[in-house]
């Protein structure tokens, strides 16, 4: 006979917090000239690899979803640092600022160590291609 599960049987023990931002076109976002864009883009993935090279971030990246879908990424920013550390990082991002961008931050905790596994292997496309 097999023993039923409780909520202390499954819920674990030792549980990590983080700040997660999903990044949004809005809707009304106006298009930005091709090499402009260029540009802004150069600075919004040096300005999210330079958060995470400072220890602020866990892992930041896009969504797999096409072009011209509204939901464009995601960043996760350490659960020690305030609502307020996280707004002043993401409002510094080039495309959030130019309105391109919107961050939704959302807590978010996950069991300790979560971050400790490696993902899948992907290569990026090389640009235009």
């Known amino acids: 006979m097999t023993q039923e599960l409780t909520l202390a049987d499954v819920i674990p023990k030792q549980l990590e917090s983080f700040h997660v931002v999903f990044l949004r076109r809005p809707a009304a976002a106006p298009e930005v000239p091709g090499e402009e864009a260029e540009r802004l883009q150069i600075a919004h993935l040096a300005h999210l690899n330079r958060l995470r090279e400072d220890g602020l971030t866990m892992a930041h990246g ?13 960043v996760i920013f350490r659960g020690d640092l305030s609502r307020e550390e996280v707004e002043a990082a993401m409002a510094a991002d080039p495309w959030v600022g130019r309105g391109q961008l919107e961050a939704e931050i959302v807590g978010w905790i996950s069991p300790a160590g979560s971050f400790s596994r490696p993902g899948a292997p992907f290569v990026m496309p090389a640009p235009g291609g």
């Open 62 to 74: 896009p969504f797999q979803a096409g072009p011209d879908a509204p939901l464009r990424g995601l």
